[in-house]
């Protein structure tokens, strides 16, 4: 399995910006899709972006598209996920999910195979 850490997170007023990044080990990240899921307190966790192996192809969620963009350099073993104009409604704890089938980018919490420890961001109106 590839251990992820998360860093980035932190205390950020609505319509700003942040920068989250996750970084590898242990595995070829390049091997790897690789999703961005969220979960804020009492709701369950919940997809927010992911990147095919190649970094060709990208997805969101629809609350998080046009506002967030997920990328990733696999030189550096590592994925971001830029944040713009984020609302209250954006805070949770982000974690950085590798995919049980390194083909596919996970999209649920079943087909995640590896999680960081998650990175807390709190939006405040």
């Known amino acids: 399995q590839v251990q992820l850490v998360e860093s980035g997170g932190g205390l950020v007023q609505a319509g700003g910006s942040l920068r989250l990044s996750c970084v590898a080990s242990?595995?070829?990240?390049?091997?790897?899709?690789m999703s961005w899921f969220r979960q804020a307190p009492g709701k369950e966790r919940e997809f927010v972006a992911g990147?095919?192996?190649?970094?060709?192809?990208?997805y969101y969620a629809d609350s998080v598209k046009g506002r967030f963009t997920i990328s990733r350099d696999n030189a550096k073993n590592t994925i971001y996920l830029q944040m713009n104009s984020l609302k209250p409604e954006d805070t949770a704890v982000y974690y950085c999910?590798?995919?049980?089938?390194?083909?596919?980018?996970?999209?649920?919490?079943?087909?995640?195979?590896?999680w960081g420890q998650g990175t807390q961001l709190t939006v405040s109106s």
């Open positions: 990147v095919t192996r190649g970094g060709a192809t990208t």
């Open positions: 999910a590798a995919g049980k089938d390194s083909r596919l980018v996970p999209r649920t919490t079943q087909r995640v195979g590896s």
């Open positions: 242990g595995r070829t990240f390049s091997d790897y899709a």
